[in-house]
C-alpha cells in the first residue's frame, strides 16, 4: 500500500488517532514519528497498563500493540482492548516470528508486523487496519 494513500484527511473517520505500545522506548519513538508522519495523532505507552489507562481517556482508532513486555504482556492487552475497546483495530508489531493463530487470525487483528520492519511496512499496516475499521463503521 502507497503510503501517501492513507494519510489522514478530514474526510476519515471523526477519529484518527492512533496508540504506540511497546516497552522498547526508542521503538516507541520511531513508531511514532512515522505515524505522525502519515498525519495521524499518536499516543504511546510503555506497558499494557499503561496502554490501557491511556485508552480510558483517549481511545484510540488503532493500537500498535508489542507482544513481549514485562508484566501484562500484548496477548493481555489484545484482549483487554477486544473487551473493552471493541471499536479499536489492533496491529501486532512483534519480534516474534511465530505466533498462535488464534491471535494473528482473529477479527480484531488487522495486521502483523515482525520486527525489523520499515516505514512502508507501518504504513501498510495502518492502512489495514484503517479499512478494518472503514468495513466495520459500514455494517
Do not use: N
Not at 505515524?35 to 489507562?53: K, N, P, Y
Not at 513481549?68 to 483495530?89: C, N, S, Y
Not at 494473528?104 to 520486527?115: F, G, I, N, Q
Amino acid at each position: 500500500m502507497e503510503p501517501q494513500r492513507i494519510l489522514a484527511t478530514e474526510d476519515m473517520a471523526v477519529r484518527r488517532t492512533v496508540l504506540v505500545v511497546d516497552d522498547d522506548e526508542a521503538t516507541c519513538r520511531l513508531l511514532a514519528e512515522w505515524i505522525g508522519h502519515l498525519g495521524f495523532d499518536v499516543a504511546t505507552a510503555q506497558s499494557a497498563h499503561a496502554a490501557l489507562t491511556l485508552m480510558r481517556t483517549q481511545p484510540a482508532d488503532v493500537a500498535f500493540c508489542d507482544i513481549v513486555m514485562p508484566g501484562k504482556d500484548g496477548i493481555w492487552l489484545i484482549d483487554q482492548l477486544r473487551h473493552h475497546f471493541p471499536e479499536t483495530a489492533v496491529v501486532i508489531a512483534t519480534g516474534l516470528t511465530r505466533m498462535d493463530p488464534s491471535v494473528t487470525l482473529s477479527p480484531r487483528v488487522a495486521a502483523y508486523l515482525v520486527k525489523p520492519f520499515d516505514f512502508e511496512d507501518v504504513a501498510s499496516a495502518l492502512g489495514s487496519a484503517f479499512d478494518a475499521l472503514a468495513v466495520r463503521y459500514r455494517h
